[in-house]
């Protein structure tokens, strides 16, 4: 069965620093990939996604960028951040050709 | 700029009751929905989609689609205090890879 990984569970960054969040999954091969970011009291914002190795669309103009390095494998980066960037970060993928998206357990960051 | 518009809530039931869940959105080529439900500090878990027009049903949950008025609900029955949590619509835009658009949600909370 098909699962997916995403670390670290929660991260308290001092603004300014540099960011580095991954996810992975297990148990299937060419998923479309996803990074989602939910503020407190808000709701899911697409950030960026990936339809294959290398290949990221950005959805939103921010301070973060993300990498495909390999087929089952997103990354979420950032070089400085800001205290704007706090939220809950979530991962998530499908199969090609399906709807509905499977979430990972998410990253809680507090940018202080 | 396509759009999912909900309810914030908090929606009050009494348990036993039904508590429904009302969920708009813009695009009108949108053909996939889908009911995702958040606890508290956790990550979104899908608990229906819908495709068709009408009514779809699974236990407790009916998920109900009008695409001419471009509206889609959640019915829960026999409302449980363990359904107290966030319900997220999510719309599949059209002509987009896979990208879903999430509601900011609503928020339910059954009380004994």
């Known amino acids: 069965s098909q699962t997916i990984h995403q670390w670290p569970a929660t991260l308290v960054q001092p603004v300014g620093s540099p960011l580095s969040l991954e996810c992975t999954v297990e148990?299937?091969?060419?998923?479309?990939l996803y990074w989602y970011r939910q503020a407190a009291g808000r709701g899911l914002q697409l950030l960026f996604y990936?339809?294959?190795?290398?290949?990221i669309s950005s959805e939103v103009p921010q301070n973060l960028s993300a990498s495909r390095p390999q087929d089952r494998q997103f990354i979420l980066s950032s070089k400085k951040l800001l205290l704007s960037d706090s939220g809950f970060y979530l991962c998530?993928?499908?199969?090609?050709?399906?709807?509905?998206?499977?979430f990972g357990s998410g990253t809680r960051l507090t940018v202080v | 700029q396509k759009e999912v518009e909900q309810n914030s809530g908090p929606l009050s039931v009494p348990e036993g009751a039904i508590a429904s869940l009302n969920c708009t959105y813009s695009?009108?080529?949108?053909?996939?929905f889908f009911w995702y439900r958040q606890y508290s500090g956790k990550s979104p878990e899908l608990i229906m989609s819908?495709?068709?027009?009408g009514d779809k049903e699974d236990g407790r949950f009916t998920a109900q689609l009008n695409k001419a008025s471009q509206y889609v609900s959640l019915l829960i029955r026999d409302s449980q205090p363990s359904d107290s949590a966030t319900y997220l619509c999510?719309?599949?835009?059209?002509?987009?890879?896979?990208?879903?658009?999430f509601g900011a949600g609503t928020r339910l909370a059954v009380h004994p």
């Open positions: 990936s339809v294959g190795i290398g290949q």
């Open positions: 819908i495709y068709s027009n």
């Open positions: 695009d009108r080529g949108s053909q996939s």
């Open positions: 148990g299937t091969s060419n998923p479309n």
């Open positions: 998530a993928w499908n199969a090609v050709g399906a709807g509905s998206y499977t």
């Open positions: 999510a719309v599949r835009v059209s002509g987009g890879y896979n990208k879903l658009i």
